[in-house]
């Protein structure tokens, strides 16, 4: 909290949700090992989060730049930074993104943005480089290119991911969301490498909507005077901090998002939003998803069909063995 209310002194209140993605980078980064060479992997943890900004606010021009932007930028990402699959450390860069994307600066602003990106990369890069080089400095590491050879076997994985946010962008910009993010945010929690956590992350995500909406109307909307929301909101969001199960933090990121979105929107339109955006992240996954079981079913068949023509025709011929 404390970095957060810095960085948003310093680079003004637009730049919070990017600086939060810097925090959370400058928490996690330090503390995992991703057996990368340490030199080239804070060197990519640095250019990666001013070409985020470069590119989030691009992608906001129109619908076509939106797309090469978001695949691009998303394809970039994940390749470097999905390795190793259990520590996600693409997860920093993708709500940087996704973030950066969903709180857009006019233009005027612009320089600013790309300062806080470029000021956080750097730091986070920095005490990202000499935190390994004293704790991890025996553990064996590879190349970056030996990284993205490693990250090119879950080709599925990205794929679905690059092209689902692709679509969410597209979406916002035909639909004229005022919160298109909330899209992006349900892709990017939603799509998993095993499909079986995807289809676990969907049930708990609307049981959790719903569960928040309620805790939401109770405590906010009769029980907690309006004066104090803020604070039990920041309550919220410590506590957060430590539940760590995916089914619980949805319920408070659900009061959370629908507490702030009360800026725009009156409770009844932003819970109806909720919902409907949520419903439209959902389908994009699974949409995805059905378009990824196609795609390997048609290259199944053309695979099997190569080998039946590559086959010799007719019978082997059987060799006799040599007399004795």
């Known amino acids: ?27 996690s980064f330090p503390l995992m090992d991703v057996k990368t060479d340490h030199l080239q992997f804070s060197a990519a943890i640095f250019l990666l989060f001013p070409l985020i900004g470069l590119t989030s606010m691009l992608s ?72 390994w080089r004293h704790k991890y400095k025996d553990s064996e590491q590879h190349s970056l290119r030996t990284q993205v050879h490693l990250s090119a076997r879950h080709r599925s994985f990205i794929l679905r991911m690059a092209l689902g946010l692709t679509l969410a962008g597209i979406l916002g910009f035909a639909l004229h969301l005022k919160k298109p993010m909330w899209i992006s945010i349900v ?35 009769y029980l907690i005077p309006q004066e104090y929301i803020f604070y039990f909101i920041i309550f919220l969001g410590y506590l957060s901090t430590w539940v760590k199960e995916y089914k619980y933090t949805q319920v408070i990121n659900a009061i959370n998002a629908l507490n702030a979105n009360l800026v725009l929107f009156d409770t009844n339109t932003a819970i109806g939003n909720r919902f409907l955006l949520l419903g439209i992240g959902i389908a994009i996954v699974l949409g995805m998803y059905l378009l990824d079981r196609v795609c390997r079913h048609f290259i199944g068949k053309r695979e099997k069909r190569k080998e039946w023509e590559d086959a010799p025709s007719g019978p082997p011929v059987l060799e006799m063995p040599p007399e004795i």
């Open 60 to 131: 906001l021009v129109n619908v076509w730049l939106s797309i090469v932007c978001t695949f691009g930028t998303v394809l970039l990402i994940m390749v470097l930074t999905i390795e190793p699959r259990d520590l996600k450390p693409f997860m920093t860069f993708m709500l940087c993104f996704v973030f950066s994307q969903g709180s857009p600066v006019a233009p005027g602003g612009f320089g600013m943005r790309m300062a806080t990106l470029t000021l956080g990369g750097l730091a986070v890069a920095l005490v990202t480089y000499f935190t």
């Open 1 to 27: 909290m404390g970095c957060i209310i810095l960085m948003s002194t310093l680079f003004g209140q637009e730049n919070v949700l990017p600086s939060v993605a810097v925090v959370v980078g400058l928490m």
């Open 187 to 221: 892709v990017l929690s939603l799509t998993q490498i095993d499909i079986k956590e995807t289809h676990q992350r969907i049930k708990y995500r609307v049981i959790a909507t719903i569960a928040g909406v309620f805790l939401f109307l109770l405590f906010c909307q």
